[in-house]
């Protein structure tokens, strides 16, 4: 069984600009989360995908956006990038999504230069 | 201020050396979830603990979770290098709500 699959592995962008990164998540799990991993403020959770519904939101800014497609895969868009956008970028995805077990993909390492 | 507080936040042993990771908050957690993650790669699910107390081993790694469920622990014992990793503790206040994690405890182990 295929694990999460984010692409693209790194990225660099410069200020203003924006960007798109995919996830897809293990077959049969119609949950996906997205969440930023910076060295300073850990583990953040971005927002939560359940059958093509933003079901859950973190605490950033409406410059950080996402979509779920009907075969559960997933895209963030990043507009507008910041300097602080820099971060390793990780996606999740269960069966049911909320507290349940999650499994990782190896992310996006997005530099923002 | 995180919800989630884990302690120590670096720690670097020898090899055979024993050793704990702490994580504790204020709040009371419907379960507790903890992962490792090496470099380069995604968290990795080690072991969910969901009654006040419960105890659970997974070879040298034992795992409490506080009476209270507002805190939980990760001993290793005999700890070797390929422990090397950050681990973190991630909790969910309400069951089916979104898991916080914690800062997480970077740990080296040294051959």
């Known amino acids: 069984k295929a694990g999460v699959t984010q692409t693209p592995r790194y990225l660099i962008k410069t200020r203003g600009q924006q960007v798109t990164l995919s996830c897809s998540p293990i077959s049969g799990h119609r949950s996906v989360s997205w969440y930023q991993q910076t060295p300073g403020q850990g583990l953040q959770f971005l927002f939560e995908?359940?059958?093509?519904?933003?079901?859950n939101k973190g605490n950033f800014p409406g410059r950080f956006s996402g979509r779920q497609f009907s075969n559960s895969r997933s895209e963030m868009n990043v507009s507008t990038l910041e300097l602080g956008d820099s971060a390793l970028y990780l996606c999740?995805?269960?069966?049911?999504?909320?507290?349940?077990?999650?499994?990782f993909g190896s992310g996006t390492q997005l530099s923002v230069l | 201020t995180q919800l989630l507080e884990q302690s120590p936040q670096f720690l670097s042993i020898q090899e055979g050396e024993n050793l704990t990771v702490y994580c504790n908050s204020s709040?009371?957690?419907?379960?507790l979830q903890w992962y490792r993650q090496e470099p380069g790669e995604g968290p990795v699910l080690l072991v969910t603990v969901v009654t006040g107390g419960e105890v659970k081993k997974l070879k040298r790694l034992t795992f409490q979770f506080g009476d209270a469920r507002k805190d939980s622990s990760l001993h290793i014992t005999a700890a070797q290098p390929g422990d090397t990793g950050l681990y973190l503790c991630?909790?969910?206040?309400?069951?089916?709500?979104?898991?916080?994690f914690g800062g997480g405890t970077r740990l080296m182990v040294k051959p």
């Open positions: 995908y359940f059958s093509e519904t933003q079901r």
């Open positions: 999740a995805s269960s069966h049911r999504g909320g507290s349940e077990k999650l499994f």
């Open positions: 709040s009371v957690f419907s379960s």
């Open positions: 991630a909790g969910a206040v309400v069951a089916g709500n979104m898991l916080t």
